[in-house]
């Protein structure tokens, strides 16, 4: 029997289950590249519950123990005397979700003696050593597809809440203000503006799907083009590198995978590159800027606002600098693990493991690294350098 080692974030501090607001989630039975969704039909839960926190365990449980597996969950991910580090070496399937991520290193890898497979519920598998992964022949997989959606709307809100002074128009109401010329002085409106996505891939395209009714001007650069149909329905203008779109735009989103030669991509030269007053928001990965610069650049004024919801480390620490640098819009890593997104990804990682128990072909598009390479979309979207 299997050892299941599953790490999901902590409880809600108000206890659980929470109060949930609404009664129901839809149905998304397919993606907008006619991907199916994951099956709903046996889920250890009630789609629209609570089940990305340890409590919740992603609803794994009553199936792992119909079959007489180990399921161990927890949050304690970090340090030598973590649970985590405590059950690595007995377990042959690692679980963890981006937002709390069990970061597998080479040195744990190497004590993983029994892993074959790492699955990320949600999407980025960028906590796991890919190079390491691949040497050992550890099998990674993702739920490719599961929040695209839930990310691309959460990139559209911070555009808005950026470019019109929402967050702190709204501190100024809960706060007893009225003074608009305050709220209005950083206040503009997208339409006109020039919005360009570094990277084009499932939330990329959805993101500027989702920007074309604003009538802004869309640009984007990827290594792949995109179908001319799809250039031509959206008004989009390709940059074959990503420099000429960095220095034209007035909002900048990035959307591609960290791996080593991506990481720190925005720094201090880059950002004296963009127009003064433009805004960046990043939903993909905290590494794939420079920290600090993007604190000099917010202070200086180059840039007009900064949001996102991803850092590094996670669970950042209380004193890391984004919580606190100006015309800031971050949140906790949130955008993918909406209730909505958690009903598809505990799913696919249902179905995922299911796959793995009955020696049945895990879909291709689910890979990250398979057979000691990188495969399916990882081959797609990650390098090992
Ligand atoms: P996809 O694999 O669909 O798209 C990634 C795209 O990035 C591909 O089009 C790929 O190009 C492109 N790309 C790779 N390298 C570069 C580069 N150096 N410059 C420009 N483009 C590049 O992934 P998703 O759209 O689903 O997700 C993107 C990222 O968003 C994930 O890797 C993850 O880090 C993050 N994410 C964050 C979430 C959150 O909750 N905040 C949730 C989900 C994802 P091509 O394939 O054409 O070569």
């Not at 659980?16 to 397919?30: F, G, L, N, V, W």
């Not at 000099?296 to 004193?319: F, H, I, K, M």
């Not at 890593?333 to 179905?351: D, F, K, N, V």
């Amino acid at each position: 029997m299997a050892k299941i080692l599953c790490v999901l974030y902590p409880d809600p501090e108000v206890g659980y289950p929470p109060e949930y607001a609404r009664d129901d989630i839809p149905t998304i039975a397919s993606y907008a590249n006619g991907q199916k969704a994951p099956v709903t039909d046996d889920i250890g839960f009630r789609p629209g519950e609570l089940v990305g926190c340890v409590s919740g365990e992603l609803g794994l449980r009553p199936y792992l123990e119909s079959l007489g597996h180990e399921l161990i969950v927890t949050s304690d991910k970090d340090g030598p005397n973590s649970e985590f580090e405590r059950h690595l070496p007995d377990a042959e399937i690692v679980i963890s979700q981006p937002f709390w991520p069990a970061y597998l290193t080479p040195d744990r890898i190497a004590r993983a003696k029994k892993l074959k497979l790492a699955i990320t519920a949600g999407i980025g598998s960028d906590h796991v050593d890919l190079a390491a992964a691949t040497k050992n022949n550890i099998t990674v997989a993702e739920v490719t597809g599961s929040n695209s959606i839930s990310v691309a709307e959460h990139v559209v809100m911070m555009v808005l809440s950026l470019v019109r002074n929402y967050l702190p128009s709204h501190e100024y109401a809960r706060n007893g203000g009225w003074n608009i010329a305050d709220c209005v002085s950083r206040s503009y409106d997208v339409e006109g503006m020039k919005f360009g996505t570094i990277a084009a891939g499932r939330i990329g395209l959805a993101v500027l799907r989702r920007l074309k009714p604003f009538g802004l001007d869309l640009h984007y650069t990827d290594p792949h083009r995109l179908a001319p149909e799809i250039e031509k329905e959206l008004g989009l203008t390709y940059h074959p590198e990503p420099h000429s779109l960095i220095q034209t735009m007035d909002i900048v989103n990035l959307q591609m995978p960290l791996y080593p030669s991506t990481e720190h991509f925005f720094n201090d030269e880059l950002f004296s590159q963009m127009k003064r007053g433009a805004y960046l928001v990043n939903t993909a990965r905290g590494k794939l800027v420079d920290r600090d610069a993007v604190v000099r650049a917010l202070e200086s004024g180059q840039l007009a606002g900064y949001a996102g919801d991803v850092w590094y480390p996670q669970p950042a620490p209380a004193d890391h600098p984004w919580r606190t640098m100006p015309w800031n819009g971050m949140t906790p890593h949130i955008s993918g693990t909406s209730l909505s997104a958690q009903a598809r990804y505990a799913a696919g990682t249902l179905e995922i493991l299911k796959w793995f128990f009955e020696k049945k072909p895990i879909p291709e598009v689910y890979f990250i690294a398979h057979e000691g390479k990188l495969a399916g979309a990882g081959a797609h979207a990650y390098k090992l350098t």
